[in-house]
């Protein structure tokens, strides 16, 4: 079982910045990679960026691509969203995940989410 701790969201105006955090509980994380998806209000979740845990490659949606960037810290088991040049369609919560298997889509665990509002 890996729990999942989100922290960074808040009140930010359009072109601010804010960085989310993500812990997983344990000594060391054993999964592929983790990822970073959000939900507008009336609106399906979404993809925004994944990083595979051992190589450190990354992956982002178009949306937020040259934006945002995704990194992880191994001793920390932590994985950060640094989130720049914010824009109000980004207002949403923020929810980690993990997928524990290379294999596959399906993503293993998620965190509670974290509201960003970014205000025009």
């Known amino acids: 079982q890996v729990q999942l701790v989100e922290s960074g969201g808040g009140l930010v105006q359009a072109g601010g910045s804010l960085r989310l955090s993500c812990a997983a509980s344990?000594?060391?994380?054993?999964?592929?990679?983790m990822g970073w998806f959000r939900q507008a209000p009336g609106k399906e979740r979404e993809f925004v960026s994944f990083?595979?845990?051992?190589?450190?490659?990354?992956y982002y949606a178009d949306s937020v691509k040259g934006r945002f960037t995704i990194s992880r810290d191994d001793a920390k088991n932590t994985v950060y969203l640094q989130m720049n040049s914010l824009k109000p369609e980004d207002t949403a919560v923020y929810y980690c995940?993990?997928?524990?298997?290379?294999?596959?889509?399906?993503?293993?665990?998620w965190g509670q989410g974290t509201q960003v509002t970014v205000s025009s």
């Open positions: 995940a993990v997928r524990m298997e290379a294999v596959g889509t399906e993503y293993d665990y």
């Open positions: 344990g000594r060391t994380f054993s999964g592929y990679g």
């Open positions: 990083i595979v845990w051992s190589i450190g490659s990354t």
